[in-house]
Every structure is written in C-alpha cells, then in structure tokens.
C-alpha cells in the first residue's frame, strides 16, 4: 500500500450510493485516505436526494459529478468498492476489491434515501479503522 492509501467507490449511475461512501470518507477521513468514485454507465448529475441527505449530516457533496469508470482509476487504487455494478469492474491483482449490497437511491426522495445513507456512513467507519489498522501493521 502506498504512504497514502486510496479508495475507489463504484456504482452504475456514480450519481448515489458511491458519491455518498465518496463524501463521508473524504469528511472522516480527511486527507489521509485519497478519495475516488465512478461509475460504470455515469449519470447526467448528483442523485439530489442524495445531496440533500448528506447536507443533513453536514457533508456538502452538492460540487460532485458523476465520473466514468476508468481502467487507471481501479489501478491506482487500493481499494475497489462495488455497489451494484456488477462485472463491470476490472480486476487487478494486489487491490482489496469488497462489494456493498446497498439499496440504490436513484429515483427515491430523500426520507428512503436516509437511511442508505446511514448504511454507508457506518461501513465507512469500519472501513477508516480497517485502513488505520492496516497502514499501522
């Protein structure tokens, strides 16, 4: 692993689930953990309910765009998070690939979108530790 680890959120649309994971780790993380997201099909924006939720909890990820999913971006990274897009992510040897089976936001208001966005904000905490435990070894 790299003096600064790296972590890429990949969803279908990059416009939900992985622009939350994206925000709360760059919120809680800071600038320890270089933060990436993409998706596999990327949407014209930011699930606005997404957005909206996230602003409750005090992270702004209003500036975000949906990005398209790059063989370089999964290369550069060492960690690969998968949240519904299915094959379409390559696979590197010597990259921690998991996958997080999370209900997709897209076209839910903001009240279904809540507790997603909880979902996430606890797997990236345990995903910090799992990193600082890592980075400690």
């Not at 925000?23 to 933060?35: K, P, Q, S």
Request: overall charge negative; charged content about 25%.
């Amino acid at each position: 692993m790299a003096d600064k680890p790296s972590v890429l959120f990949v969803c279908v649309h990059n416009a939900g689930r992985s622009q939350m994971a994206a925000g709360f780790l760059d919120h809680l993380a800071g600038d320890r953990i270089e933060v990436r997201s993409a998706g596999s099909v990327p949407g014209d924006q930011v699930n606005p309910a997404a957005v909206e939720a996230m602003k409750e909890v005090g992270v702004d990820i209003s500036a975000a765009t949906p990005k398209i999913l790059t063989t370089e971006a999964v290369q550069a990274s060492d960690y690969v998070i998968t949240m519904g897009c299915g094959d379409a992510c390559p696979i590197f040897p010597g990259k921690k690939y998991l996958d997080w089976a999370l209900e997709d936001p897209a076209g839910k208001g903001v009240d279904a979108v809540r507790p997603i966005r909880d979902q996430i904000r606890t797997r990236i905490e345990a995903l910090i530790a799992e990193i600082d435990a890592q980075q400690e070894a």
